[in-house]
C-alpha cells in the first residue's frame, strides 16, 4: 500500500501526463443523460473544448494510472532509471477521482495514461478495468480516451475501443533511428501493426453499425497518436512525409506534435535545451494542409 496520501498521488500522476499531447475530445459519438439514466455527456454542456495557450485541450482529467515504468525510454522523465517520484492508482481510484470530479464540474472526461508496471498487459487490463467501471458500473456517459500500450496482448489493446471514445497509440519519435537510439524497448513495426489493428476494428465497427442499428461502437472519436519533435535529428520535412504516410495508411483522426522538454537526469544523448515553440506550431500548420488537402 501507497505511504502517499491520494491528493499527493494525484499531484505526482497529474503532472507526469502533461507531457502527453493527444488529449483533445473531438468527434465522438454524441451521448447524453437527460432521460435520468447514466451520467455525463458528450454534447452541449458535457465536453468543454478548453485550450491552453499552446493549443493543448485542458478539458479532461489527465493523469496516469501509474508513472513506474520497466521501460527506459531516454527521453522520458518516467523511464526506469530516472530518480522521480514514484505513485501508483488502483483502477477503482481513478473511477472514483473521475465521478468525483466531474460532480463537482472540474472535468467533463477522462483521459488515462501509464507507464508500464510488471508488464504491459497488466497495465492495459488495469486500465480498461477502469472505462468498464466507469461505463458499466456508474452508468457514465462523458468522454474516455485511453492512450493503449502497443506491447500489451492484442485482444486487450482492442477490448479498450469497445470502453473508450478514442484510443491512441503513440509512435514517439519520427524515424526509425530515432526509435531505436532513444527508445531501445520499443518497436516501431509492431506500433504500426497496432495502429493498423485498431484502425480496421474501428472500420469494421462503422460499417456494422450501417446494417444493425444497435451494434457495438468501438472507439466512435477514432485513435489519434503523438511524435515528440526535437529528441532527435528528425527534420520538418521528415516529420510531416511520417505524418502523411500515417494519415494514408491508418487515417487517424488526429497526429499531435509535442516539443521535447529537458528532464531531470537527463541522457547524454539527448538535447539540452527544447526546441523553439514556433517549431511545433508550424508542424501543425503543416499538419491541417496535409490532412485537407494531400
Known sequence: MSSLSLSERLEILADAAKYDASCASSGTAKRHSRDGKGLGSTQG???CHAYAPDGRCISLLKILLTNHCIFDCHYCVNRKSSNVRRARFTSKEVVDLTLNFYRRNYIEGLFLSSGIVKSSSHTMEQMIEVARSLREDHGF???IHLKTIPEADPELVERAGLWADRVSI???????TGLAKLAPDKDG?????????IGDAIAESRDARKRFRHAPRFAPAGQSTQMIVGADEANDSQIIERASHLYNRFQLRRIYYSAFSPIPDASAVLPLKRPPLIREHRLYQSDWLVRFYV
Open 141 to 143: 456517459r462523458g468522454y
Open 170 to 176: 503513440n509512435v514517439e519519435l519520427p524515424t526509425e
Open 45 to 47: 454542456m458535457g465536453i
Open 189 to 197: 513495426k509492431q506500433i504500426e501493426g497496432v495502429i493498423a489493428r
